[in-house]
């Protein structure tokens, strides 16, 4: 009998080990932004280039998911994760030997981006969506909370790993954990998911048009408006280690501070998640991006440790759900058929987005001597955004939107 969504525990059990697999993956770039100070350092560089690994495997993994998030629907996810956590563990073994900037943006741009992570968000975000007709939100903030999980833990264990072993041999042990844990989880998305029709709800409009605009446009909406909140989210996710040490606190107060950012953010892709079955995924993604832009501007401003600390708790709460909420947004407004490709194309932007904030970051940092214009920069780009959104609320109301079958 064909899978259908919803039925028994399994759905469940596919997303919690998609939290797993997006725990793993994305941690790789929790290293890389632990290690970016003591790198530059290290090898004598500016900030700015190994904040480019960042941006390296940012665009790889948009680049990537082209291919491997419809390659996931006819290989199967179990397999496509498989290359992913191949990809993921050499790349960040072999991120401990680099010696120049070439290498580590090849190593981080296409065994880390196009080749590893690439194969996990988008592809396991519409892959987890496929398995659920109720409780969406809740399933897509759960698998989604990898990202958030990894960035309350992993800062505290690369720091202390840094201050024992040094960043070489850092990369070396988390390429191993990738290789030991990655590789054996993949083997539970075996299981063929629901047909894209039977895992769709909701029924597209008669002339396939999304908050009153032809459906290639309105995915071109979406991917200007994941950019636009997607480079002011990542200057801080990239920084914040580097900018709390420039501040003079410890190196563990100081990841403590993009610990904090991220543990907030897992309860905020839960919530938020449940939210959106209740709102809408627009009105969740709006209230999620005001926060975020209003605590870049906050944080560009903190001098202390404990009003930094703040500021990067509320900032979590406010960016956690965002990301997850485009790919609700796919299920909620358009047909189910092209989800993957369509998700693919938005996340696709969405990392370009994040590697240019990485890079941007980096930069006005190097000009400046501060991070202050970086994360004003970034909260000027969220209003942007912001009003991208808010203009789809607006056509959304009279729109024909897509209604629960």
């Known amino acids: 009998m064909p899978e259908t969504p919803n039925a028994g525990r399994y759905p469940w059990v596919v997303c919690f080990t998609s939290l797993l697999l997006v725990f793993f993956g994305q941690g790789a770039m929790f290293v890389l932004n632990v290690e970016l100070k003591p790198i530059a350092e290290d ?4 900030r700015e280039l190994p904040s480019l690994g960042y941006t390296a495997a940012f665009f790889g993994a948009g680049i990537g998911a082209l291919y491997f998030g419809p390659l996931s629907e006819r290989l199967g996810m179990g397999n496509v994760a498989l290359i992913g956590a191949l990809s993921i563990g050499s790349g960040t073994f072999l991120a401990g030997y680099v010696e120049t900037p070439g290498q580590l943006m090849l190593v981080f ?20 969506m496929r398995w659920f007709d109720r409780n969406r939100g809740l399933a897509l903030g759960i698998a989604t909370a990898g990202q958030s999980v990894g960035g309350a833990i992993w800062p505290y264990v690369i720091t202390w790993l840094d201050g ?17 844990i990655m590789v054996p989880l993949t083997m539970v998305l075996r299981r063929p998911a629901p047909s894209a029709a039977s895992a769709g709800p909701r029924k597209a409009t008669p ?24 480079i002011p989210m990542s200057i801080p996710l990239v920084h914040l280690k580097a900018y709390g040490t420039d501040l003079g606190l410890a190196p563990q107060a100081a990841a403590a501070a993009l610990s904090m950012a991220l543990f907030a953010s897992l309860t ?14 627009l009105k969740t993604l709006l209230i999620g991006s005001i926060i975020q832009c209003a605590m870049l501007a906050v944080i560009s401003q903190a001098r202390e440790m404990w009003t ?3 500021a990067c708790i509320v900032f979590g709460l406010g960016y956690g759900g965002i990301i997850g909420m485009y790919a609700y947004l796919v299920r909620e407004y358009f047909p189910p058929a092209g989800a993957t490709r369509r998700i693919a194309w938005i996340f696709l932007f969405g990392t370009i987005g994040m590697a240019a904030g990485g890079w941007l970051g980096g930069r006005l940092f190097d000009a400046t001597g501060s991070y202050e214009a970086a994360f004003l920069a970034g909260s000027a780009i969220n209003t942007v955004q912001l009003a991208i959104i808010f203009t789809l609320l607006i056509r959304a109301r009279p729109a024909a939107r897509l209604a629960p079958a």
Do not use: E, K, Q
């Open 43 to 46: 090898m004598g560089w500016p």
């Open 207 to 230: 002339d396939g048009r999304a908050f009153g605009l032809p459906g290639g446009v309105a995915t071109g909406v979406l991917c200007a408006a994941i950019v636009g909140c997607c």
């Open 308 to 310: 930094l600390y703040a």
């Open 109 to 128: 741009g296409v065994l880390i981006g196009l080749l590893g992570n690439a194969c996990m968000f988008a592809p396991l975000m519409a892959h987890v």
């Open 164 to 180: 024992t072993v040094g960043w070489r041999d850092t990369f070396h042990i988390y390429g191993l954990l990738c290789f030991t």
């Open 268 to 281: 905020s892709r839960i919530l938020g998640g449940m939210l959106a079955d209740r709102i809408g995924g």
